[in-house]
């Protein structure tokens, strides 16, 4: 696979973020570790699927949404929208160190996850707003034009994963995730098997955006990003479909009109996009 990052980049900055991004319990896991360990865990992290959670994904991840925040919208008054966001609290995380006055909103559908979320970040002092209620309904909540960025952390395959479990009837709301998961994985091998994959989720998933538009501001950014996780391939996620979800997702999006996609440097295309909405 390609590189998700430049380890010659993060390894002599590691625990400077460490030390910003972590809480004091977890930046003590971190100066647990050799730095021969944390060179090794960040490696297996950039180069390789991932394999387990450690603090040094917590500290790399939330390190690399706070350059995405401060690039894009350095002011303290960022309101984000998080779609998708199961119990990840990588973005809650960096708000509350990089725009504690900011308001962070996540609209997610899966109710175990919410409460899981809730109890990560109920410290953290941060204007958090969860929303229980599909994505596509967004705008009924929020109103038109009221948020700087939107975020996919991870999402865009679980957005395309609870669309096909959707058209099936498979419960994505109240059941486990992680318990679901390999009847997902059994949808997508079908939908590559017979090439109707594009056929099933584009629609919907250029809906949802069209949707999400309602509620950006005009030149305000959706910002997306992937990588693998080995067991998702080691319960037989189509291994191609898995390392190119960006591209297959680019393909799509040009499409969309009211937005265009922007470099950001420092990002590699293969893992991110970036979305402007237009203007006009």
């Known amino acids: 696979m390609k590189p998700l990052d430049d380890c010659l980049k993060w390894l002599p900055i590691l625990k400077e973020c460490a030390h910003t991004y972590l809480n004091e319990s977890e930046y003590d896991q971190f100066e647990s570790l050799s730095s021969e360990e944390v060179a090794i865990q960040l490696v297996n992290l950039l180069e390789k699927p991932i394999m387990s959670f450690t603090v040094v994904n917590d500290v790399y991840f939330r390190a ?55 109890r990560k970040t109920e410290n953290l002092g941060l204007n958090l707003e969860v929303i229980e209620d599909d994505a596509a309904h967004i705008a009924e909540h929020l109103g038109h034009n009221a948020v700087d960025i939107i975020a996919f952390q991870h999402a865009i395959n679980d957005v395309i994963q609870a669309i096909l479990c959707d058209r099936v009837g498979i419960d994505t709301t109240f059941s486990d995730w992680m318990e679901t998961l390999p009847r997902m994985i059994e949808i997508l091998q079908q939908e590559i098997v017979q090439n109707t994959l594009e056929l099933h989720a584009k629609e919907p998933f250029l809906q949802l955006i069209d949707t999400l538009l309602q509620v950006l501001k005009p030149n305000g950014i959706i910002a997306m990003n992937h990588y693998m996780f080995q067991l998702d391939l080691d319960w037989g996620y189509p291994p191609a479909l898995f390392e190119h979800m960006v591209p297959l997702t680019r393909k799509w999006l040009r499409e969309v009109t009211e937005c265009e996609e922007i470099a950001v440097d420092g990002f590699d295309p293969q893992w991110w996009i970036f979305l402007q909405k237009k203007s006009s």
Not at 72 to 81: A, F, I, K, V
Not at 93 to 111: C, D, P, S
């Open 64 to 118: 690399r949404w706070a350059e995405v925040l401060q690039t894009l919208h350095p002011e303290q008054d960022l309101t984000l929208l998080e779609v998708a966001t199961g119990d990840a609290d990588m973005i809650p995380q960096v708000m509350a160190r990089t725009h504690l006055n900011g308001r962070y909103i996540t609209a997610n559908m899966n109710k175990s996850l919410n409460a899981s979320l809730l």
